[in-house]
């Protein structure tokens, strides 16, 4: 069974850190592009940083540039979001997808709150 799993999310004071993970099962990521997404309530979607596998090529949003690193473990196919120097607006839900050519896989999301 193909599945993406992200965890270590959870509640943290401003300024605070935290690192998110996105494990996959049934597949590797060899070729694939992992992106981390969030969504806050009543938002929209947010593209927050993403990983070429093949390259480590990465792209962050401008709304976490610096304060955020992706970076893979291609052993564990895994791939993590440090995120560091935390504001209230980073809370969101936030999700890994992974995409190679026609194929995405997306999970289920881990919850981040930041208090003021």
Avoid: H
Avoid at 14 to 37: E, N, Q, R, V
């Amino acid at each position: 069974e193909v599945q993406l799993v992200e965890t270590g999310g959870g509640l943290v004071q401003a300024g605070g850190s935290l690192k998110l993970s996105c494990a996959a099962s049934g597949f590797t990521f060899d070729g694939y592009a992992i992106a981390w997404f969030r969504q806050a309530p009543g938002n929209e979607r947010e593209g927050v940083s993403c990983i070429s596998i093949n390259d480590n090529t990465t792209y962050y949003a401008y709304s976490v540039k610096g304060r955020f690193t992706i970076s893979s473990d291609n052993a564990k196919n895994t791939v993590y979001l440090q995120m560091s120097s935390l504001k209230p607006e980073d809370t969101a839900v936030y999700y890994c997808q992974a995409t190679e050519g026609t194929y995405t896989y997306r999970g289920q999301g881990t919850q981040v709150t930041v208090s003021s």
